[in-house]
Nanobody, 124 residues
Framework: QVQLVESGGGLVQTGGSLRLSCAPSGRTFSRNAMGWFRQAPEKEREFIAAISGSGLTTDYADSVKGRFTISRDNAKNTVYLQMNSLKPEDTAVYYC?????????????????WGQGTQVTVSS
């Protein structure tokens, strides 16, 4: 019954920025750790970033450190992924996911709920 809805994807040029948002439909996930993943065609789903239930702890994949920032606004029950300095290799469908735990995880199978994905395309 829990559903997550991503928004904010689109087409940008190399070096551009996007901010993705993830909001729940149904049960609140304000206390759950959240993650962002991405998946390009014929590639494995890739961990991007995660944030603890409190928002005090974050983790990032090496490929996006210094460029992407995950944050959450628990009052709005929304999680964000700010993406700067985008590169063509960032092109993928981006998914948000929620755990049933407050603690960060980096493995897709540790997440219980997933959004439908939003396409991010970075062109040169």
């Amino acid at each position: 019954q829990v559903q997550l809805v991503e928004s904010g994807g689109g087409l940008v040029q190399t070096g551009g920025s996007l901010r993705l948002s993830c909001a729940p439909s149904g049960r609140t996930f304000s206390r759950n750790a959240m993650g962002w993943f991405r998946q390009a065609p014929e590639k494995e789903r890739e961990f991007i970033a995660a944030i603890s239930g409190s928002g005090l702890t974050t983790d990032y994949a090496d490929s996006v450190k210094g460029r992407f920032t995950i944050s959450r606004d628990n009052a709005k029950n929304t999680v964000y992924l700010q993406m700067n300095s985008l590169k063509p290799e960032d092109t993928a469908v981006y998914y948000c996911a929620s755990r049933r735990s407050i603690y960060i995880a980096t493995i897709p199978t540790d997440y219980a709920y997933w959004g439908q994905g939003t396409q991010v395309t970075v062109s040169s």
